[in-house]
């Protein structure tokens, strides 16, 4: 009897350690991918501190493409968020809002031990993606 209830305790450990596994496979490929901003207005060298497309329909179309493609896969389909990563959503609406955004995504972030939470995108998506994607974020209502 013992060696019935050992082997059934493996065969669940053993399970529930291929259904931990899954998870780690499930975003696919994390390769950033290219967003096209032609149709926007070209923002030159200097880093803007608030988001110069706000409002304007070309970019929100962009930043939907934009996003699906790089973001989702952390932060949510349709920027609601499963609770990987914080729902974008919530962010504040304003220049207050764009500053943290504008930061976080050209630098990323990292734990107090170093460990990423999320990659810069510097370097990676030009100025004129990441305001079309903050855009979009922007046009999702929090309801």
């Keep these: 009897m013992k060696s019935t209830t050992f082997l059934g305790a493996l065969a669940i450990c053993a399970a529930l350690s291929l ?3 899954v998870p780690s496979f499930a975003h696919g490929d994390v390769t950033p991918q290219p967003i096209d901003t032609a149709g926007l207005e070209p923002l030159g060298e200097e880093w803007r501190k608030e988001n110069p ?7 929100k179309s962009i930043g939907e493409s934009g996003y699906t493609q790089n973001c989702a896969r952390c932060h949510g389909l349709e920027v609601i968020s499963g609770g990987l990563a914080p729902d ?17 995504i ?5 734990k107090t031990d170093g460990t990423t939470i ?3 995108f510097e370097g990676i998506f030009n100025q004129e993606a990441m305001w079309a994607i903050r855009t979009y974020i922007e046009s999702r209502p929090t309801e």
Excluded: Q
Excluded at 53 to 59: F, I, K, P, S, V
Excluded at 106 to 110: D, T, V
């Design 19 to 21: 259904v931990h596994a």
């Design 106 to 110: 050209r630098h990323g972030a990292k």
């Design 88 to 104: 974008l959503r919530f962010l504040e609406p304003g220049a207050t809002g764009d500053e943290w955004f504008i930061e976080r």
């Design 118 to 120: 999320m990659p810069p």
């Design 53 to 59: 497309y706000r409002g304007n329909e070309t970019a």
